[in-house]
């Protein structure tokens, strides 16, 4: 079955235009690594180990599967750095000041789910109160610390809903770039694939743009 266009996050947080429902309430998780693949997201939902992958995730408290999922374009841009405990080799993080687009998955989450994942990215103990949430809300984004995916970024609104998304601190040029292991693209293939629907050269030829993968071909 086709998958519908992907939506452009254009609008940002505190925008007066934008009718926000009253928090706390279900909010957009737009995963644009790994978590892409619905498979690999859902052994932070569930618990479990993923696929090529080197640890495993307790879960969420919660472990109801998102109420949907949608095909979103965010903003700025992707690059590849440090080294994944998970995968080895690069990580995937958001750059929302790189020109062009990112393409992502919006899972709709509640907020205590988003608050697990999080905690989970942060490598600590689900269970937390969702409070980074209004912060990013209000001003763009909210820190719970220095290290990676410790930064909860509103990419802006849909539905109604805010969209966030976890990165690190610091910008692309920051750090050095770290090409990602094969497990980690292969999973991140299989999730533009199956949300986006995308062919592998399309897959291909984006990945080549994103910083940090000297390894693949230039787009022609």
Same mark, same amino acid.
């Given at each position: ?23 706390p309430?279900?909010?957009? $998780?737009?995963? $644009? ?26 879960g ?69 109160p ?43 040029g ?29 897959i291909?030829? $984006? ?8 390894q ?5």
């Amino acid at each position: 079955m086709a998958r519908p266009e992907p939506t452009p996050i254009r609008r940002g947080p505190g925008d007066p235009r934008t009718a926000l429902d009253p928090l706390p309430g279900p909010v957009w $998780y737009a995963a $644009y690594g790994s978590n892409l693949d619905a498979a690999r997201f859902a052994c932070y939902l569930g618990g479990g180990r993923p696929v090529g992958g080197f640890r495993d995730h307790p879960g969420c408290r919660d472990s109801t599967p998102p109420r949907t999922d949608r095909p979103v374009l965010l903003p700025g841009g992707l690059y590849f750095a440090l080294e994944s405990r998970t995968w080895s080799g690069g990580m995937a993080f958001y750059d929302p000041e790189l020109p062009g687009s990112v393409a992502a998955r919006a899972y709709l989450l509640s907020a205590d789910q988003f608050a697990d994942v999080a905690a989970q990215e942060m490598h600590r103990v689900p269970g937390g109160p969702p409070d980074l949430i209004a912060t990013a809300v209000a001003s763009g984004r909210a820190s719970a610390g220095p290290g990676r995916y410790e930064t909860v970024v509103c990419a802006g609104i849909l539905d109604g809903r805010p969209v966030l998304t976890l990165t690190a601190p610091w910008r692309a040029g920051d750090v050095p770039p770290n090409p990602p292991a094969p497990a980690y693209v292969a999973t991140i293939t299989r999730g533009l694939r199956d949300s986006h629907g995308w062919t592998d050269d399309q897959i291909a030829r $984006y990945l080549a743009r994103c910083h940090g993968v000297p390894q693949a071909p230039p787009p022609a």
